[in-house]
């Protein structure tokens, strides 16, 4: 397995692949890798084929981070981040660090970026301004250094997916996007790196989120008709703060291709939802 730092040296690579025709697949994440992300790197495996090659990159991303978020506090952890990728079979890491992806780390040298400007308006676009202009930038650039065949991403993240896609779509990016479901603790919690921030009493709290998606299926299942989205968020936000320490940031009910909010909830409508366990945002979504 190769650690590539330089962006140069990730787009020899990928140029002398694409004269051998050699197909890549790439999974694109912030490191700190759990179940949930091997779980995209045997997808990519299976895409491309023993030989074929699976390249991961590993970098925390300051464009998606909003100034009172936690950039400074995400897990890092490259060498343990490299023995994972190296046990499934990675062929490379790319992990460069903010010179290589921001002229030089220097925020007044870089002035571009690419824009959705449909699918990241509401919820997370909402509640995080400018995260969705930060994800698609480095996704684009990402894109254009690895040139891969296929990129994986995981369902936990929903609207991120889909928004990559429309940038795929919109800007001719000869890529096909995979989205892997969503892997889930025992308990029902979504892997998330984040899960690392809750201790003590939070970790068991964070079960509401998915005991949240459960309680509108079960509503759901017990209605004829479809329910009020405005009823089910009241009852959810209800529901929810009765853990201590819990604290809904959203909850939205939605058409899952072109997420524009619905207000009647049927079997087949998607819901997303954010809830602070303390200071660590989490979130979670599901087809219902």
Known sequence: MQLVKSVRAMQGLAGRWKKASIRVGFVPTMGSLHTGHISLLRQARLLVGPQGKVVVSIYVNPTQF???????????????????????????????????????????????????????????????PNHFRGVTTVVAKLLNIVQPDFAIFGAKDYQQAKVVERMIRDLNFPVQLVVAPTFREADGLAMSSRNNYLEGHLRPQAQVLWRAIQRVRVALRTRSRPVSAQRLKSDLQAFIEQEPSARLDYVEFFNPETLL???????GTHMALAVFLGRTRLIDNARL
């Open 66 to 128: 909003g100034p009172r978020e936690d950039f400074a506090a995400y897990p890092r952890d490259l060498r343990r981040d490299a023995h994972a990728c190296r046990k499934e079979g990675v062929n490379v890491v790319f992990a460069p660090v903010d010179q290589e992806m921001y002229h030089r780390g220097a925020a007044s040298q870089f002035s571009t970026y690419v824009v959705e400007e449909s699918l990241s308006r509401g919820m997370e676009g909402a509640s995080r």
């Open 261 to 267: 909010p619905t207000l009647k909830v049927t079997p």
